[in-house]
């Protein structure tokens, strides 16, 4: 009885050493761990997923992330080749490639960016000044839809271009950053803009292109306004000359019609005629005021004795 009342104190003792101490520990599919003893790491790394076993109060176990981890630059005022001055925001995706090695190098993740501070920010000004703006803002010799951004001289075609660049500061990264247990995944430039002494002299050419290009889209507009104010013009002429020619046409038709009239009538009665006409005359021509001298063989007068 004794006996079984000690295995089993033994037995309470020992589950409560080995949960407090921490001997069992959980590994998820996004960590990997190194396991220290006193600082230095023992055993090899552990990247499955699962229950682990260790040492307890002996052993420590640190974490580290598996998945791919993101590294954000700060923007810095780099040279060019040609003088120019660009800042540059880069971004570049890193992992773990190493736990071991990267546990003893760096320690954790807060080393580790510093390092590739130093590492990616160093690789980008040393890459960045072998190489000429045109280099780094373009990836093909596409033709400009404007080339207000730089001066004439710069406009020509590219060698390398943007593609070539990244990939170069991401092969010289890599090469440093092995040791540290660290593999680099990619490397953009997340922005470029030129810096404050040229932005002033960028955004004057680029207002006068735009004040061109303005000029142009006028010039076009003006052109066409005339072209369809002079076809107007042109067609109301043809329609008030086309008008016209109906109208003489009609007159002229009526005009014809009124002669043969007055010419059947003429013949019909030629004294009623001329009397009709001679009344006409007297109606336009004379008034209250007008003072009338005849001739005795004249017209009027005949028609005035026969009316008296």
Do not use: C, H
Not at 29 to 52: M, N, R
Not at 58 to 81: C, H, I, M, S
């Amino acid at each position: 009885m004794k006996q079984a009342s000690l295995i089993v104190v033994v037995a309470f003792v020992a589950l409560v050493v080995v949960t407090v101490g921490g001997a069992f520990f959980i590994v998820n599919e996004a960590e990997q761990v190194i396991i220290t003893q006193f600082g230095k790491p023992v055993g090899d790394p552990i990247t499955s997923p699962g229950l682990k076993v260790k040492v307890p109060f002996l052993q420590k176990a640190n974490y580290f992330d598996k998945r791919f981890l993101e590294w954000d630059g700060a923007a810095n005022e780099v040279p060019t080749k040609d003088k120019r001055f660009l800042y540059v925001d880069t971004y570049a995706r890193w992992r773990i490639s190493d736990p071991l090695l990267f546990f003893q190098r760096l320690r954790d993740e807060r080393g580790a960016q510093s390092r590739l501070d130093d590492i990616l920010d160093g690789e980008t000004r040393n890459t960045v000044a072998n190489y000429e703006l045109i280099e780094v803002v373009r990836t093909t010799n596409r033709d400009f839809v404007v080339s207000s951004a730089f001066e004439d001289a710069a406009v020509k075609q590219i060698s390398a271009g943007r593609a070539k660049l990244e990939q170069e500061i991401l092969t010289n990264a890599s090469t440093r950053t092995q040791v540290l247990g660290i593999e680099i995944l990619d490397f953009q430039f997340k922005r470029t803009n030129y810096a404050e002494v040229d932005r002033p002299k960028v955004y004057e050419r680029m207002i006068s292109e735009r004040k061109r290009i303005a000029e142009e889209y006028r010039s076009e507009g003006a052109g066409e306004a005339a072209r369809i104010a002079g076809a107007q013009d042109r067609d109301l002429k043809e329609i008030s000359s086309e008008a016209y020619r109906q109208a003489q046409e009609i007159r002229g038709k009526a005009d014809a019609e009124a002669a043969d009239i007055y010419a059947r009538a003429y013949n019909k009665d030629p004294d009623f005629y001329r009397f009709l006409k001679t009344m006409e005359v007297y109606r336009k021509t004379l008034d209250k005021g007008t003072i009338l001298m005849l001739s005795t063989e004249g017209e009027f007068l005949e028609y005035l004795e026969r009316a008296r």
